[in-house]
Nanobody, 124 residues
Framework: QVRLVESGGGSVQAGGSLRLSCAAS????????IAWFRQAPGKEREGVAQ????????YYADSVKGRFTISEDRAKNMVYLEMNSLKPEDSGIYYC???WGHGGFMPGEHFPFWGQGTQVTVSS
């Protein structure tokens, strides 16, 4: 079992920045990919960014490329999502997810472990 705890959400004006953190604990040797997903009210869950831990291969949704950066601190079992130039459409609940992958951008169904989510609100 892997436990994930997100933090760092909040409210910011358009153009601002936030950094989300995901702390992983438990049987972390069973995972090699940690991802950030988001869901806005009335919309489907969307994959935002993914990183293959140890290899640092990262993938991004087109909507966030050039604005968001995913990174890891393996020593601390932490993954971060640096979000810059935020837009109102970036608002939603951001979830950290973990699983085992073989490369590429994996859909949410491939992630068995999820955090409780953290709210991000971007006002115009």
């Amino acid at each position: 079992q892997v436990r994930l705890v997100e933090s760092g959400g909040g409210s910011v004006q358009a153009g601002g920045s936030l950094r989300l953190s995901c702390a992983a604990s438990g049987y972390t040797s069973s995972i090699n990919c940690i991802a950030w997903f988001r869901q806005a009210p009335g919309k489907e869950r969307e994959g935002v960014a993914q990183i293959y831990t140890g290899r640092a291969n990262s993938y991004y949704a087109d909507s966030v490329k050039g604005r968001f950066t995913i990174s890891e601190d393996r020593a601390k079992n932490m993954v971060y999502l640096e979000m810059n130039s935020l837009k109102p459409e970036d608002s939603g609940i951001y979830y950290c997810a973990a699983g085992w992958g073989h490369g590429g951008f994996m859909p949410g169904e491939h992630f068995p472990f999820w955090g409780q989510g953290t709210q991000v609100t971007v006002s115009s």
